[in-house]
């Protein structure tokens, strides 16, 4: 017994040696102005700080070499290191922070003219002016299918004379792949083969190719050229064409089939802004702990200096509160809304009830006209899902569901792999019930049996017939593709919302953009549910996502930088914001599809993007590079911290910011520190790019809690790019449990420039 105890004591030993010395990729980032003047170049610096490391020994063949170093929008470099490594690194001088490898994920025909983006006329967002400056869109995800009609460069002249940019050649990728429309393609693995093991090429793309279809699809909504005919088995035929259908794209391949590493996200960032990009569309999230520790954060904000726009998906983690990512001001945080077409799909039960979900299944029309089939759900009641009610993969079994319908509950598996377990166990077809996570939300797919997606109401509805009824009975039947059915846009239940907990005074999302059942190209290698099993092959799919709502925006920015290409990243993200609008296609408040009840800013932002009227703001509140660094002044970062957003060592903070709330930024948010606060002041500041001359009168919504009070409640303008500050006051009158939410308006009488107004009393601590 004494000899077994003294095993397992040895072996918890060894392990936890072992444990100690297991190395994992970390990304080192170093203060570049600290760098010893006995080095030449950061890289000699960067090299002789890693080697001076106690290394300790794992396994033969387990070297220094440093895996990535970074050089233009994030300065350090990453490497592969023990816990104790990282642990002597921190304290090294000029390091700034050492932060373990993380894994993002991707937030996975009728959107231009449902954005107002009419075919191309002579004075709109499309026509030929925006030729004269190439705008270039640079996508970080899967890679890119170059043989896509959507990336055809017929017609377009030279490639910019600026863009520093390569085509990478691989297997299935050469540089003829490369052509005026897609001007560079990259790769970035380092860090995912450090951390999985190398890429068997026989099975994967070692190239800009894209095999998964999501980086095709995101770079086609973001740029893709008119495709006339454009359509998913049938479904939603039409002409398909990108936001900005004269840009140029980048495609920087930073998703493989284990994952996104934010080593080779930062990398990718890197290199982008280094090749000339105006524009990065980056449909990836992680998680959210600070802005000093989020690599993507601080990458991004290198490339906000640069002058470069970054547009970045919000996430699918919704309706649940507090589920944002990409958070930090100077990132455009773009969050899902629907359309207004639909692919309508008609469950008919036996008792003659008929209930509309949607479906993009193409087979038989009907399951057999006119005949009902047997109904079965194998959940054990109404509320609590279980393997069973889910159709999880090996929980039917095939004699209770051979020959019938079977009823799904949505959750855990992907959606279409349901249909796939039910077709294997001998069922005939699937209705798919959403649960309260998902609410009245409808998300079409490519199914592969025939399926209709319902909403919760109508799922119980369903459920409860087919627990009561003796020999319960349905048909299903599809209606093809309809437009203007129901009331849009709405704010998808997938969509992540706010508050941004990191910053309460910076709301978040900033907008919403159309993100469901969204037509754009795809990989001639990948089926449309991206299941194995499905050998279907497609020239475009469609896709539900955040991913899908962010290159809308990236491609409406290029619209913007084209028109206006002095404009500041920020400059460019108000002129979405304000633009923006809060009411759906009926004139009623926008509503949220996982309650059915009007959203609010915390989900919707300042509200859905109207492109032609961001060409054309009127007013902007612009924001530099310095401003943003006061910002990140006033929240409490070591002066270690701050350093991780300087390139120099002579940037100090102006401590011009009272509060957070002082960000010149297009969304007011204020928090009042506790409930017995009487007053407060925010500061904002205004550049006319609209009419030289011109008058904006305000106008703010009431509150219960606070009266507003705006001064000076006028503002007269004498010429362009003039700037002209104002204060807004806030008395608290009435202290409310709950925040509150309004909105702020200039508008000259052509130009309405809205800001969304939350209200916030802290509890007492």
Not at 122 to 144: C, E, K, P, Y
Not at 291 to 314: K, P
Not at 556 to 579: D, F
Not at 606 to 627: E, R
């Amino acid at each position: 017994m004494a000899a077994g105890r003294s095993c397992l004591l040895l072996l918890l030993l060894i392990s936890l040696v072992v444990a100690s010395v297991a190395k994992q990729t970390y990304i080192v980032h170093m203060s570049r102005s600290q760098m010893p003047s006995t080095f030449t170049h950061h890289l000699q610096w960067y090299t002789s700080t890693l080697q001076s490391l106690s290394r300790e020994t794992t396994e033969e063949g387990d070297d220094e070499a440093i895996i990535y170093s970074y050089e233009t929008a994030f300065h350090g470099f990453a490497a592969k290191l023990s816990e104790k490594e990282a642990e002597e690194l921190e304290t090294n001088h000029g390091v700034l922070a050492v932060l373990p490898d993380t894994v993002y994920h991707l937030h996975t025909t009728r959107s231009p003219e449902f954005l107002g983006l009419e075919p191309e006329t002579s004075n709109n967002a499309w026509s030929s002016t925006v030729r004269d400056h190439d705008v270039i869109v640079g996508v970080l995800d899967t890679g890119i299918w170059p043989e896509s009609p959507s990336f055809s460069d017929r017609g377009m002249g030279p490639v910019p004379a600026r863009w520093k940019g390569a085509c990478e050649t691989g297997r299935g990728f050469t540089t003829k792949n490369c052509n005026k429309k897609i001007i560079g393609a990259r790769i970035f693995y380092r860090g995912y083969e450090a951390s999985t093991g190398a890429i068997d090429d026989k099975d994967e793309f070692k190239s800009p190719r894209d095999q998964d279809g999501h980086g095709t699809h995101t770079a086609a909504t973001a740029t893709g050229v008119p495709v006339s005919g454009a359509n998913l088995l049938g479904y939603a035929r039409g002409t398909a064409r990108g936001m900005a259908p004269r840009a140029r794209v980048a495609a920087y391949k930073v998703c493989w089939s284990g994952g996104c590493f934010s080593s080779d996200i930062l990398a990718a960032v890197d290199r982008a802004v280094a090749d000339g990009v105006d524009v990065l569309s980056i449909s990836l999230g992680g998680g959210v702990s600070s802005y000093y520790r989020d690599s993507l954060s601080i990458a991004a904000f290198g490339a906000m200096e640069m002058g470069v726009f970054v547009a970045c998906s919000a996430g699918n983690s919704g309706p649940d509160p507090i589920s944002l990512t990409n958070v930090s001001p100077w990132i455009t945080t773009v969050g899902a809304s629907t359309m207004d077409r639909d692919f309508p799909a008609v469950v008919k039960l036996g008792n003659g009830m008929n209930i509309t979900g949607v479906s993009l299944y193409r087979g038989r029309r009907n399951l057999v006209v006119g005949k009902q089939y047997r109904l079965v759900y194998m959940g054990s009641n109404l509320t609590t899902p279980d393997p069973r009610s889910l159709c999880l993969e090996g929980t039917l079994d095939p004699h209770l569901v051979s020959g019938k319908i079977v009823i799904c509950d949505r959750g855990v598996s992907p959606r279409v792999q349901k249909g796939q377990v039910v077709k294997d166990a001998g069922g005939v077809g699937m209705i798919l019930a959403n649960t309260a996570a998902n609410g009245e939300e409808l998300v079409a797919d490519a199914h592969l049996l025939p399926a209709v997606a319902i909403g919760e109401t109508s799922g119980k509805v369903i459920k409860r017939y087919s627990s009561t009824t003796p020999r319960a009975t349905a048909t299903l039947t599809f209606e093809g593709t309809k437009v203007g059915i129901r009331p849009s846009p709405v704010v998808a239940a997938f969509s992540s919302r706010g508050p941004n907990l990191l910053t309460l005074e910076i709301l978040k999302p900033d907008i919403v953009a159309p993100g469901v059942n969204i037509l754009a190209a795809w990989s001639g290698l990948a089926s449309p549910s991206s299941l194995s099993s499905d050998h279907r092959r497609v020239g475009f799919n469609i896709l539900s996502g955040t991913s899908m709502s962010c290159p809308h925006v990236g491609g409406v920015a290029a619209l913007i930088k084209a028109s206006h290409p002095e404009w500041s990243p920020a400059a460019i993200k108000s002129a979405l914001m304000t633009t923006a609008y809060v009411h759906d296609n009926t004139y009623r408040p926008l509503k949220d599809a996982a309650t059915g009840e009007v959203s609010s800013p915390y989900d919707h932002g300042a509200g859905h993007i109207h492109p032609t009227k961001a060409m054309d703001p009127g007013l902007v509140y612009d924001i530099s590079p310095d401003d943003y660094y006061d910002f990140l002044c006033s929240q409490k970062l070591t002066p270690l911290q701050l350093r991780a957003f300087t390139k120099t060592m002579n940037r100090t903070c102006r401590r011009t910011l009272v509060t957070a709330g002082d960000l010149n930024y297009p969304a007011i948010s204020v928090v009042f520190p506790e409930k017995n606060a009487a007053e407060l002041t925010v500061h904002r500041t205004v550049t006319n790019v609209g009419h030289a001359v011109s008058t904006y009168h305000v106008k703010v919504s009431p509150f219960k809690g606070a009266d507003v009070v705006v001064q000076p409640d006028t503002l007269n303008f004498s010429h362009q790019n003039q700037k002209m500050t104002f204060k807004i006051i806030f008395k608290t009158r009435k202290p409310q449990t709950e925040p509150e939410f309004g909105g702020l308006v200039w508008s000259d009488g052509v130009h309405k420039v809205r800001s969304p107004v939350v209200l916030t009393w802290l509890p007492p601590m």
